[in-house]
């Protein structure tokens, strides 16, 4: 089944966990959205810009919480603290 099948086969009232990529996401929304691993995103520079989208787009999939992980520092993860309130 592609991508475009799961999309349309995904039911967002059913009672169930969907585990997705965040380019699997773009185009749906969901009440509660884990990102995992923040801090072990590459920070590379030919990236920085692709992976900072990646990461809105992931972000913006949740329409009432989102949790963030992370386990190592880099940009990105100091950005997610500082945005929460959380950095220095």
Known sequence: MGSKQYKAAY???ADRVTVLTVHSSKGLEFPRVILL???QMEA???RRE?????LYV???????RLLVTTSAENE????VLEVA???E
Do not use: N
């Open 44 to 46: 590379r520079e030919e």
């Open 85 to 87: 309130g959380w950095g």
């Open 11 to 13: 039911d967002p009232a």
């Open 58 to 64: 992931g972000m913006t999939r949740a329409r009432e």
């Open 76 to 79: 990105f993860s100091r950005k």
């Open 37 to 39: 691993g923040v801090g």
């Open 50 to 54: 692709q992976d900072a989208r990646l």
